[in-house]
């Protein structure tokens, strides 16, 4: 079984999807700063203090949609829109913006915690695996960034001595899984900090009460979202999930209803569709391949992803600087 939808839906996709981010992440306003002001007069512009990521609306938002960039430059290179793809992002990852960005996570350590810093490692790691010579360049501009988000998780991990188990940025598992591939390739510190704190807050975790999913504004799973983390640092993984979900909880399996696309907390449920394909994915990636559970979560996977690839493009703003990413994530 393959667990993911059929390629074509990414080829057919492709352009579109490219068209919808480098229009995003290029358009400032509106933009949601979340800048904690120190005094009356420190009131600067998105792009003065976030020059590389002042778009999409948020700056989780813009760092997680120059990723998808970059992933689709990387797996559709005959994109028509790919040399302005590239000067986007030689513009945007350019050293010395990139250095602003590092110096304003030094003084805001809490910003964006954990979601922002996941998919600024998961950026890092896409660029730095990458053969390729504009991608060499964005991965060494982005180093000094990513080196203070791995102090800033080494900082916080040992501290956090409960998750945050919502289905928004806070989420705690997200955020880790989301920097296991940065963690993996270059940080073993790192990887031990995530496999302690991982197995600390969900290790006997058992009978998840799955029918409380979702809550109104839910982009991702707590449930699903523990489940693919564990999928990476429970060995045997399957004798963790039989406990997690003794059954597979029909909750889980049927997409959420999205009353109205154009409300920015309702539309959430458009990325929660997808970002449960992607865990679902994963969690078959890890069972073995003689699981009998198997065929009702690829058939679950095929749902989400046909109730949720259609808003991608063509709506309203609120979905389009951000719900690409999530459409790349699972078809990729």
Not at 162 to 173: E, T, V
Not at 175 to 188: D, K, N, Q, T, V
Not at 286 to 307: K, N, S, V
Request: charged fraction near 25%; include cysteine.
């Amino acid at each position: 079984m393959a667990h993911v939808p059929d390629g074509s839906l990414f080829e057919d996709s492709a352009e579109g999807f490219t068209d919808v981010i480098l229009k995003a992440v290029c358009q400032e306003y509106p933009n949601d700063l979340r800048h904690l002001m120190t005094g009356p007069d420190d009131r600067p512009l998105p792009h003065e203090i976030h020059p590389s990521f002042y778009g999409c609306c948020d700056w989780h938002s813009a760092v997680e949609m120059h990723w998808a960039l970059v992933r689709l430059l990387r797996t559709a290179p005959e994109l028509t829109s790919a040399a302005e793809a590239r000067a986007v992002l030689d513009q945007h990852l350019a050293p010395d913006r990139i250095a602003i960005e590092a110096a304003y996570l030094e003084t805001h350590p809490g910003f964006k915690r954990p979601y922002g810093w996941g998919w600024a490692l998961m950026l890092t790691h896409e660029a730095a695996t990458w053969d390729d010579l504009d991608a060499h360049r964005w991965a060494a501009a982005l180093e000094p960034l990513a080196e203070t988000l791995e102090r800033r998780y080494l900082e916080w991990l040992p501290k956090a001595t409960y998750p945050q188990r919502d289905g928004m940025h806070s989420n705690s598992a997200f955020g880790l899984a989301r920097a296991l591939p940065f963690a993996r390739l270059r940080s073993e510190r790192l990887l031990a900090a995530i496999t302690t704190a991982a197995r600390r807050w969900f290790d006997d975790d058992r009978d998840y009460p799955a029918d409380w999913e979702p809550s109104g504004a839910d982009f991702l799973s707590p449930a699903l979202t523990e489940a693919e983390l564990m999928a990476s640092v429970s060995r045997p993984f399957v004798d963790w999930f039989d406990g997690f979900f003794p059954q597979l909880p029909n909750s889980l399996l049927e997409p959420a209803v999205v009353s109205d696309s154009t409300d920015g907390q309702i539309a959430h449920l458009h990325g929660l569709n997808l970002s449960r394909a992607c865990c679902w994915r994963r969690v078959a990636e890890a069972l073995p391949q003689d699981d009998p559970r198997l065929g009702t979560i690829d058939a679950a996977i095929a749902r989400y992803a046909e109730a949720a690839l259609p808003h991608v493009v063509g709506g309203n703003y609120m979905l389009e600087h951000w719900l690409a990413c999530y459409a790349l994530l699972l078809l990729t």
